[in-house]
């Protein structure tokens, strides 16, 4: 089993004002890992900070490097002028790299069809509903997947079909050793993945 992230005495401020206290976790390969938390408690600040998107105020973050993350769908720019295929293509890239290769576009298509996207490949972003929308950030971070997958209450929004489909990739990416951290207020995801770990930050 291998490690892949250990957050040690996380200390997480916005200015002066701390939101996250004094928070330790360890993840290991293959494990699945619920954050719970009223709405305000810093469960996406925790996650976008082990993201690397936040910085530390005290504490350490050790993780792999090759981290897939799926943002709180409020703060998705809807608005970007984009297709399906563009957005989730992008998963792909690591490093900036600029050419996308044959097998980087079949890994795009065959994440689409896993979440059930294919038929809206060529449509703009700004046309999507909600729930289509979560399926295609969804399917950008499974065809880059690297060994961290952290996913912002990925649920909302999502029927009951696709919420199927995401439990049955999670359970097929945690059998061949990734690891997945997930905010959710949902008790039924919870019970989803069995052996799952909850942690409640409120
Ligand atoms: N960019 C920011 N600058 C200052 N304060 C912020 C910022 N983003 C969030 N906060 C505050 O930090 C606290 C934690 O916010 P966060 O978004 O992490 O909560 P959350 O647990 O994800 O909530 P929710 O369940 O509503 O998604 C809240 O009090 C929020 O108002
Ligand atoms: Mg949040």
Redesign the pocket.
């Known amino acids: 089993m291998t490690e892949r992230l250990k957050l040690t005495n996380a200390v997480i401020k916005?200015?002066e004002?701390v939101?996250i206290h004094d928070f330790s976790l360890s993840v290991n390969s293959g494990e699945m890992v619920f954050i719970t938390?009223?709405?305000?408690?810093?469960?996406?600040?925790?996650i976008?900070t082990i993201a690397g998107l936040l910085p530390l105020s005290s504490g350490t973050l050790e993780r792999t490097a090759k981290i897939s993350y799926v943002p709180?769908l409020?703060e998705a720019d809807r608005d970007f002028p984009a297709r399906v295929n563009e957005i989730v293509l992008t998963g792909t890239q690591r490093r900036g790299k600029l050419l996308y290769s044959q097998e980087d576009k079949e890994r795009a298509k065959h994440a689409m069809l896993e979440l059930g996207i294919y038929e809206l490949a060529s449509r703009q972003l700004t046309t999507l509903s909600g729930g289509q929308l979560r399926r295609v950030f969804i399917a950008r971070a499974i065809c880059g997947l690297g060994d961290l997958l952290l996913l912002?209450?990925p649920c909302a929004g999502l029927d009951v079909q696709a919420h199927e489909i995401l439990f049955a990739v999670l359970r097929k990416i945690l059998d061949d050793g990734c690891a997945v951290l997930m905010?959710t207020?949902d008790e039924s995801d919870i019970n989803g993945i069995e052996g799952a770990r909850v942690i409640n930050?409120?």
């Not at 938390?37 to 925790?46: D, I, Q």
């Open positions: 916005y200015s004002r939101i938390g009223s709405n305000g408690s810093g469960k996406s600040t925790l976008k709180q409020e912002d209450e905010v207020h930050i409120s």
